[in-house]
């Protein structure tokens, strides 16, 4: 079942435009950034969870490439730009070959389980 999202016809005409592209450079730029490399990880200073999922993917030898929106006390509209889009609610954001698997403890669970070499296997 997908999940809900208000449809574009219940926006009212006047502010169509300002929520369809609210930040839309922001979530292109993550979107292309999930397409090319195999592990992303979208996160923000001074979260510390942040820091822990990059240490557990250095840790399990795992490259991969890191964009960083803002602190606690800035950029806030880009990250909810980022939420509105996955409807994951914190950060970090992690990505495998495109597909979010979560954040830093969902992450750490498919390195302990062994499935994310599997999910970065090449399927050919």
Known sequence: ??????????????IRDQVVNAHADIVHNVRAAAASNPVLVIGMAGNPWCRRARKAL?????????LEYGSYVS??????????????TSFPMVFVRGQLIGGAQDLERLIASGELPRLLADPA
């Open 1 to 14: 079942m997908p999940r809900p999202v208000l449809d574009e016809a219940q926006l009212h005409p006047a």
């Open 58 to 66: 250095a840790a399990a030898g795992q490259a991969h490439h890191y």
């Open 75 to 88: 950029g806030w509209r880009p990250r909810t730009a980022l939420k509105m889009w996955t409807g994951w």
